[in-house]
């Protein structure tokens, strides 16, 4: 077999390569492609070009089609996505300082306002629209003899350190504060009982009645019992808490950095408080960069230093570079007034007063000191009595130079004097540029009315100066153009009530006993349409009277870069801290965020 299978083999045929052969192939192929191409396409060319129409109109459909989905893909996705503030960014805000403690209690500066409102909580307080609404209080109920508040708290508030805030620390603050030796800057609860009811029940029992008494609760910063408790109250002010706060509120402290001793300049570094019981902040971190003038506070805009800045006065704004930032400027509950000391001096008599107060154009002094500034010419708001005010009286010129002359004082060579003496006046006002600008136009409109001024300008942060001592108690001055805060309720019983004239905030000696009364009673109704009346009564007494020109609302200036988004023209506020009403929803910088379909 093997044999055989080798035979075949042996006699399979031999073949061979000729390449002559290959190349007689290649180029029979060679030329039936260049035929073929002839034919089928060059020779064809011709028809293409006549339907080169056609072509383009079905390829600018197609292209239509292919745009037209791609389109409306975009379209999708952006209904579905949507501009809005990045979350977890830093804010940098510079205040108007000193910053000597974080300890509420003891807080007496813008600086130290803002700080003890970012990070500590209170029972009530102001929302966006300028209400009183609850904070750390889940209801609160008036008992029948309207003396006494009871206060349920929320189970969910916490302190920065863990621990359940319980109505013993309401009461515990609250006794810190009716002890003299605490030195708190808070006062007005010493003749208030407060106990705790239960772990999450406080109740306030008044001496009186007290109509305003919930307004009181917005400014009652809540204290740490369980860390402060073995403290001493005349220790308190320089324990370490004032310097290392623990507080309840949506921003817990960090830790704070003296950058200029001399200065004050100073840097509060504060972290979002990711317990907090209204919700986590947007922002991850919040920082305080504390000034000692306005100028420092623009210069630090102005390099960068910070993204936002309050406690600027009006004419500061002119410096403010508005292609870099935006300037909110809105009204607060505080007055400007032109208060007259009418129990020493020539302006005791009421014919001077009224004098001045119908030769005084008040439209102009706030056009001197800004634009659209509110008019104010009542002791409290317009808005917070509903009832029939009185208005001032109109600008007369004419009619104050005939009290002036009624009153004994003539003309004589431009100046009004009496029994040969000068009808002088003796004005004095607060270091502010925006005072100053309505100091200067007041004594421009008296000196026409041929009355001598004389001014002064002191400064209440000049420890040498001692306004208090030297000015304000002894009623150093014949008009003190002073700003008066009014707050969330009309009661201005500590403003011009008697009782307060000698060594109280009645810069004026204002007392009238109609005025007293209405006054007094109607801080002892509840009922809102008695309070009114009585609050009307007082008002037509005090206009009668003139213990005082009212000038205008003042404003609080917000500067802020576009990148920071914290306020809107929608905002009321009663207080400037108010402006962190709605603080965890603040946000800087912007991210594309997509919406749930």
């Known amino acids: 077999m093997a044999q055989k299978q080798q035979s075949k083999w042996r006699f399979a045929p031999k073949k061979s390569f000729s390449s002559k052969a290959l190349s007689r192939r290649m180029k029979k192929v060679e030329g039936a492609t260049v035929k073929h191409a002839r034919r089928f396409v060059i020779s064809r060319w011709k028809n293409v070009r006549e339907v080169r129409r056609h072509v383009g109109l079905w390829a600018l459909a197609v292209g239509l089609l292919i745009g037209a989905a791609g389109l409306q893909i975009f379209w999708y996705q952006q209904s579905y996505r949507v501009m809005a503030g990045a979350e977890n960014g830093t804010y940098v805000e510079g205040v108007m300082g000193p910053v000597n403690t974080l300890n509420p209690i003891f807080a007496s500066t813008s600086a130290e306002e803002s700080a003890s409102s970012l990070i500590f909580s209170r029972l009530l307080r102001h929302d966006t629209s300028g209400k009183l609404n609850y904070d750390l209080a889940e209801s609160m109920r008036l008992s029948e003899d309207s003396r006494t508040y009871t206060i349920d708290l929320r189970d969910d508030a916490k302190w920065h350190d863990g621990v359940s805030v319980r109505a013993r620390d309401v009461a515990f603050t609250v006794n810190l504060l ?149 300037v909110s400027s809105e009204p607060i509950n505080n007055g400007v007034y032109a208060i007259f000391n009418t129990t020493k001096g020539v302006l005791e008599d009421e014919k001077i007063r009224r004098a001045l107060q119908v030769g005084t154009d008040t439209s102009s002094v706030r056009s001197s000191v800004g634009d659209d500034l509110v008019a104010l010419d009542l002791p409290f708001l317009r808005d917070q009595v509903d009832a029939e005010l009185p208005t001032a009286p109109e600008y007369n010129v004419k009619r104050a130079a005939e009290l002036l002359d009624e009153a004994g004082w003539k003309v004589d060579g431009g100046v009004r004097k009496k029994d040969g003496e000068p009808l002088k006046l003796n004005f004095v006002t607060s270091k502010n540029s925006d005072l100053e600008k309505a100091l200067r136009s007041l004594t421009d409109q008296w000196q026409k009315l041929g009355i001598v001024v004389t001014t002064s300008i002191v400064d209440p942060s000049d420890p040498s100066q001692n306004v208090v001592q030297n000015i304000l108690q002894p009623r150093n001055y014949d008009v003190l153009l002073y700003r008066l805060a009014i707050g969330g309720d009309p009661d201005v019983y500590a403003y011009w009530h008697s009782s307060q004239a000698t060594r109280g905030l009645n810069f004026a000696t204002y007392s009238n006993q109609a005025a007293d009364d209405a006054l007094a009673s109607a801080r002892t109704v509840t009922d809102k349409k008695l309070r009114d009346a009585k609050y009307a009564t007082f008002a037509k007494q005090w206009m009668s009277d003139a213990p005082a020109i009212g000038l205008f609302q003042t404003t609080t200036q917000y500067v802020y870069s576009p990148a920071v988004h914290s306020t809107d023209a929608d905002k009321t506020y009663v207080t400037p801290t108010d402006r962190y009403a709605d603080v965890i929803y603040w946000t800087v910088g912007d991210a594309i965020v997509h919406r749930t379909p």
């Open 178 to 326: 009716k002890d003299a030796s605490t030195r708190s800057t808070v006062s007005g609860w010493g003749d208030i009982v407060v106990k705790a009811e239960d772990e999450n029940t406080v109740s306030f029992r008044l001496p009186s009645v007290y109509a305003a008494f919930p307004h009181a609760l917005n400014y009652l910063p809540i204290l740490p019992e369980h860390l402060l408790r073995d403290v001493e109250p005349a220790e308190l002010r320089e324990h370490r808490f004032s310097q290392q706060p623990v507080g309840s509120g949506p921003f817990r402290f960090r830790f704070k950095q003296d950058l200029d001793i001399d200065s004050g300049r100073k840097i509060i570094y504060l972290a979002r408080n990711d317990s907090y019981y209204k919700g986590r902040a947007k922002l991850d971190r919040f920082q305080l960069h504390v000034y000692d003038t306005a100028d420092a506070i623009v210069r630090g805009l102005n390099t960068s230093e910070v993204n936002a800045a309050t406690d600027l006065a009006l004419s500061d704004l002119e410096r403010i570079n508005t292609n870099r930032y935006q």
